[in-house]
């Protein structure tokens, strides 16, 4: 990792000084896919970039910043600035019908860099296509569409981080497409891959917690399973009604074999998510909903603390209530914003007093943001939520205000 920061940062200086020396003129943006004929697997690519001139490589990011006052049940930290992400996108068209595009993740707080997408897209036909590299798993709509300057607040959903692991990415390979027939549009992806490991039900949250094998970094070379994860998603979008996605993700996620020999029983994680976009028109409210299922195969020596299903999701709203020339920005927008969301890690009934597991949360964000353009956006966030523990003992109660910027560059 210590050798990793600076090969970046040199990496970042020797593009700033070519951009620096290339005649503006010969820079120009990339033009995106229309939002009307976009799909959320599109995301990967429906991005601002840069070319240069006639090369075939382009280039583009964002970043997010943010203040922070959040206090629990009165304790509070204070004031916390943070430097969330710095993200780096590099893209180029290898030859006809063949593309590359890569995103490095930069993220301070948790002085870490990833690679979250790197892979070859080889097209066939529309409705045929082939990635192969290291794959977003399509699950749910977020961990795909997930850029900051996208979204009204600067927290990224808890259902998406907590419970799902957001920027969930594996090496692997798959299949993908899009048909458009007028007012309608239909997509698929199919892909197998590495995956999950023990550490879901092995790890410092004493719960089973999905995101846990994010910090497995073996998996890019080697399966605990043996077995590929299998992530699928089909998608269905009508121009005026909005879209409709349904995802699945699911395979063996423990070390069951060791050079041959049978050291442990299979055990499947299972995931479902269904997602759903519209924009209600005359009044241009944007909605965005997601909610997913879990079930792991828990041993049966674990205790109950470790549950076997979980559930939860999120619904933005947002609304547009003043465009118009703001500072000087054409088409500036501001919007209110709101934010519900909850989830439960462990779905069920104790055994022995048949009372409710707790390991619950819920939450609401209002929001007020400005964006001076498409690209950018500066957000005012209020939190509130409670949160149970395994007893279901009475909640602890956070509040407190988030202001952040996100942009594209």
């Known amino acids: 990792m210590k050798k990793s920061i600076p090969i970046l940062l040199l990496s970042f200086c020797f593009y700033t000084n070519v951009k620096a020396q290339i005649d503006p003129a010969l820079l120009k943006t990339q033009p995106k896919d229309s939002v009307k004929n976009a799909l959320n697997m599109d995301a990967v690519y429906n991005r601002p970039f840069i070319g240069i001139g006639k090369s075939p490589v382009s280039l583009g990011g964002y970043v997010e910043v943010n203040w922070q006052h959040l206090g629990t049940d009165g304790v509070s930290d204070g004031h916390q600035f943070q430097f969330r992400r710095l ?54 709509a977020f961990n795909q569409n997930h850029d900051g300057p996208k979204w009204e607040f600067t927290d990224r959903p808890i259902s998406a981080t907590q419970m799902l692991p957001a920027t969930w990415s594996n090496v692997g390979f798959g299949l993908f497409g899009k048909q458009f027939n007028k007012q309608w549009m239909f ?15 092995d790890n410092s949250e004493n719960k089973t917690f999905l995101p846990a094998a994010k910090a497995n970094t073996e998996r890019f070379e080697e399966m605990a399973s043996g077995t590929p994860l ?34 442990d029983d299979k055990r499947r994680l299972d995931v479902f998510a269904i997602d759903f976009n519209t924009t209600i028109p005359k009044a241009n409210t944007f909605i965005t909903a997601e909610w997913a299922w879990v079930k792991v195969n828990t041993p049966s020596t674990y205790t109950e603390q470790y549950g076997n299903k979980q ?29 519900a969301e909850y989830v439960d890690w462990n779905v069920g009934k104790f055994k022995t007093t048949g009372t409710n597991k ?50 594209y560059f």
Do not use: C
């Open 358 to 407: 707790g390991e619950d949360i819920w939450s609401i964000m209002p929001a007020i943001s400005f964006r001076p353009t498409s690209q950018i956006v500066f957000r005012l966030n209020y939190r509130y939520q409670q949160q149970k523990d395994i007893l279901a003992n009475p909640p602890a109660k956070t509040g407190g205000f988030n202001f952040g910027i996100s942009t």
């Open 311 to 339: 559930q939860g999701g999120f619904i933005d709203v947002v609304q547009p209530i003043i465009k118009r020339n703001i500072f000087g920005w054409k088409d500036a927008v501001i919007n209110i914003a709101l934010r």
């Open 187 to 201: 997509g698929y992806e199919l892909y197998v891959s590495s995956g999950f490991d023990n550490s879901i039900i």
């Open 87 to 140: 993200t780096l996108f590099v893209a180029s068209t290898i030859s006809k019908r063949i593309k590359f595009l890569s995103e490095i993740e930069f993220e301070p707080a948790e002085k870490e860099i990833g690679i979250e997408f790197a892979a070859v897209d080889i097209e066939f036909h529309p409705l045929l296509n082939l990635r192969g590299g290291m794959i977003m798993n399509p699950i749910g």
């Open 230 to 263: 299998l992530t699928g998603k089909i998608a269905v979008r009508h121009n005026k009604a909005g879209e409709l996605g349904l995802s699945y993700m699911g395979g063996i996620y423990n070390k069951w074999q060791d050079d041959g020999i049978v050291i």
